[in-house]
């Protein structure tokens, strides 16, 4: 799957969508997808797929460090 580059945290995604992201206490080598949507994150998982249907809100979005976008919409 094709990603954008890496954003700060500060940086916020333009659209609501999926998107990678590093956390403070995971490796950058495998980092989560978490859903962006009106302003708020919601909790990681560890498919693209999984991350489109998650429900719940992020308790841990403060632990952000960056976030990149998939080019495409997942499967």
Known sequence: M???EWFPINVKPVRNGVY????GLREADNPPYQRYEDGEWFSTCETAQEAEDCPFVS?????????RGLTEKPE
């Open 20 to 23: 990678q992201t590093i956390l």
């Open 59 to 67: 308790a841990i979005s403060d632990l952000l460090h960056a976030w």
């Open 2 to 4: 094709k990603m954008t």
